[in-house]
């Protein structure tokens, strides 16, 4: 199975609202409630695509209990998330009806204690057994280490399996340090990792601070690779208008899927443009457009070259 | 016991942020979550005046679990709220630390079924007998019908006790015409039940609608009421700046224990003022600064005349 971390789970809700005007009292005509948090969402991508997925990180409260009953009823994904007494956060994402436009709120999460800590770092060694790939998601809750990534993927190392890490800040900075086989930053993580705004470079740069391979999210202008292997971008055919929420997500999927699979590069980052453009035209994150992506997958252009043996 | 009816119950959760702007992303710094609703507010007040209160409406879902468990650590708050399928709403405070100000995102509240509305209107039928007064307090969830207050209105007086009805719009039109015993609305509500924006004319107005008496929440002015035994206006000595939330609900507290207790009107107006101006100095609905209640009680100008018998 494909193991995915998320250690700031979340119950994602999103309110309707016809226009959102700061200090007035708005009446919400529509709520929905569904699990929430980066390393859940490329899970839901993976078993779309029909891969064997456990989720483990932590939940707690009476969010944490929606997010698991809600979990319980996706077909291929396995609950193995560690109880905390603190709750889950919630997110709120405020939709306004005249604009389109989301304003969000977001909750810090649970403070994490340190006996809840050493408890989830055992389950997550315990779930390495049996992984064939690992991805740890998305920012850290209150408690748990700044270096916490750092410990994860080494474990993760010497256990053999493949690590993927996307965070940001010094979660990120202290987590590439310890080597993983894979990063995938935004524009703006790459550049706060490495101090340049200039993609090619800073994936260049990211690289020589640990990260084995980088891939970089870029928006519309797709996915951008450097590798031992080589180099390359991976651009979709279209501009698509939408939900860019969770269009990394269903990237690191895309990744992750095709290490699992043994893909060729080429190959796994025309998945990931493709899921990641495919998933714009979905409602939600965590979610695509089966139909777009297949359509896709053949048009996504990748251009690199393959590093001299 | 006095009852207290909420029909609408809600999970009250307070956010703040540094500064609220639409469109942008907000990391909640501090989140508080109370049980909420109108007369859950009144409830607290009155049992924090040593009355004995029971509380019914509808709960369920998640939410509904968070407003029970919060609610059985109230002491002199007894809990028989009935259970629904859907989830008891939340209400969302957002508080912006640079100004101060409040924005407000309140749920609809769950879809309540007929099978649920006939459980809770036979509930309420069985509580009616041991309560020494009866409060319908806030909007109705969907599936209620508009004209539900009248029929609870019409049950209290039934069943000899006293009711007071604390709500607007269309559900205040209806009940008004049940004769309830007291209403209690503020100025807009009572501008929208009797097309006048001038008080003394508008309290009588509401009279003849229906209302045995009535008592006007008129903000900083303080109260002005129209009853069988005469007319009076309860002002505080000073106008009290802070949180103006669940200022009606404590004048709805007062009105009813002073009812129970029997006290003359000028004594239960004086109450209602006092407690509605020291809940402005409480940070949250349902509770009141107790010093400034015991010192303003004795300072509340009551002015006014007796019906001639």
Known sequence: MILT???????????????????????????????????????????????EVTVTGFTGGATGRVVREQLSALPGVVDALVPVTGATRRTI???????????????????VTPAEWSAFQEAYEDLLAS????????SLPPGVPVGAYAG??????AAGVPVLLDTSGEALRRGVAARPDLIKPNADELAELTGSHEPLRA???????????????????????????????????????????????????????????????????????????ASVLAPVAGEFDRGAYEELLGRVAVTGEVTAA
């Open 203 to 277: 994936t260049q740069d990211a690289r020589r601070r640990g990260a084995r391979a980088v891939v970089a999210s870029l928006g519309t202008e797709g996915l951008l690779a450097a590798t031992p292997e080589g180099r390359w971008r991976a651009t979709p055919p279209t501009r698509l208008h939408g939900n860019p929420t969770g269009a990394g997500d269903s990237a690191v999927a895309g990744l992750l899927s095709g290490l699992v699979e043994r893909l060729p590069w080429p190959d796994r980052l025309a998945r990931a443009a493709a899921l990641s453009a």
């Open 131 to 138: 992984a064939s790939a690992v991805a740890l998601c998305g």
């Open 5 to 51: 971390v998320t250690l700031n789970t979340a119950l994602d809700i999103t309110y309707r609202v016809r226009a959102l005007r700061p200090h007035a009292s708005h009446r919400v005509s529509e709520v929905t409630e569904r699990p929430g948090g980066k390393g859940l969402n490329v899970a839901r991508v993976l078993a779309a695509l029909g891969h």
């Open 152 to 157: 994860l993927v080494r474990a993760a190392k």
């Open 93 to 111: 994402a405020v939709v306004d009806e005249a604009t389109g436009d989301t304003t969000q709120l977001n909750e810090p999460g649970p403070t």
